[in-house]
């Protein structure tokens, strides 16, 4: 079945192992040039187009009619989204007799949307998964072909969260795209009314409130961790306090009462008060650099009861 896959990111990797794996003709993919001020911690499509000797294109508009008439000249019977960074218009939908399908990284209707990974995270679900649905006109809005669920476990991270959607979709996929190729396929409506919609997020967005609890100071940490820019603070003399891991206290101790953003010692530990418990640093970065363990504690240690913002 001839297609046209739009992809980006270790998912779009996943989504063309699925194709190749169940024998679709990839006739074009459709991706991004690496952003030089963003960290790319994943792995490339075009190098894996290259490797294949499939024609891989790279617009900064696939909508413009150039592209449009291009992928018109394919003739895709299908098309693909795995992760691609824009919304296709209806002139390239449109194109494909078999339909248009797109892989969203969250149990539609639930969390629509941008970054679903970190959104989940930081409103501490306990379970997500990926999705594949028809595309259409609205965000993440199309009929439903089929999900996969994946746990979250309490420490996950977006990065190894992301490990298991990435997983999880290639299992997806390979149910589901014999299905398709012989048009069997379930189709189901979402009630987007029952879910939720999420936009983009901003390195902005990783600032901490001391004021909320430790949990959920917990969930923003974890949600936007290494590869992320991270959570942060500032510190009294203006400078920021990047917190890439920490452990949760929801046990307040009597002897030393939690002050939001108040920096405890206290059995070695450092602990920065919060809205409910305390927040234990384990891995933190200043202006000094990067440090865990002893450094923490030595960075620290003349420095109790400041007060962070």
């Known amino acids: 079945m001839r297609t046209v896959v739009f992809a980006y990111h270790n998912m779009g990797l996943a989504g063309l192992e699925a194709l190749s794996r169940a ?54 019977e299908i098309i693909f989204s795995f992760y691609y960074r824009r919304m296709l218009e209806d002139e390239i939908l449109q194109q494909a007799t078999g339909g248009a399908y797109n892989l969203h990284g969250s149990l539609l209707p639930a969390y629509r949307g941008r970054c679903p990974v ?52 290639g299992l997806l996929l390979d149910e589901l795209l014999p299905l398709l190729r012989e048009g069997r396929a379930p189709r189901t409506p979402q009630n987007t009314a029952r879910g939720s919609y999420f936009g983009g997020r901003k390195p902005e967005d990783g600032r901490i409130d001391w004021h909320w ?48 953003g108040r920096i405890d010692i206290v059995g070695g530990n450092v602990s920065v008060g919060t809205g409910q418990g305390k927040l234990q640093l384990l891995d933190v970065e200043t202006k000094a650099g990067r440090m865990t363990g002893e450094k923490v504690k030595h960075y620290f240690q003349d420095k109790e009861g400041l007060i962070l913002v």
């Open 118 to 169: 970190n959104w989940v995270l930081v409103h501490g679900e306990e379970q997500t998964g990926v999705t594949l649905h028809h595309m259409v006109r609205q965000a993440d809005a199309g009929d439903i072909v089929g999900q996969r669920a994946v746990r979250i476990d309490p420490e996950d991270t977006a990065e190894t969260l992301y490990e298991k959607l990435c997983t999880a979709a």
């Open 23 to 76: 024998g679709y003709d990839i006739a074009a993919i459709f991706s991004h040039e690496d952003d030089p001020a963003e960290r790319c911690w994943f792995g490339s499509v075009k190098a894996w187009a290259d490797k294949r000797s499939i024609a891989v294109y790279c617009p900064v508009d696939v909508n413009e009619s150039r592209w449009v008439e291009r992928i018109a000249a394919i003739g895709p």
């Open 213 to 260: 609890s430790a949990t959920k100071i917990f969930n923003l940490i974890r949600a936007v961790t290494d590869p992320y820019p991270g959570a942060f603070g500032t510190l009294p003399d203006g400078s920021r306090l990047v917190v890439w891991w920490a452990k949760p206290d929801e046990k307040v101790n009597e002897d030393v009462p939690s002050v939001p």
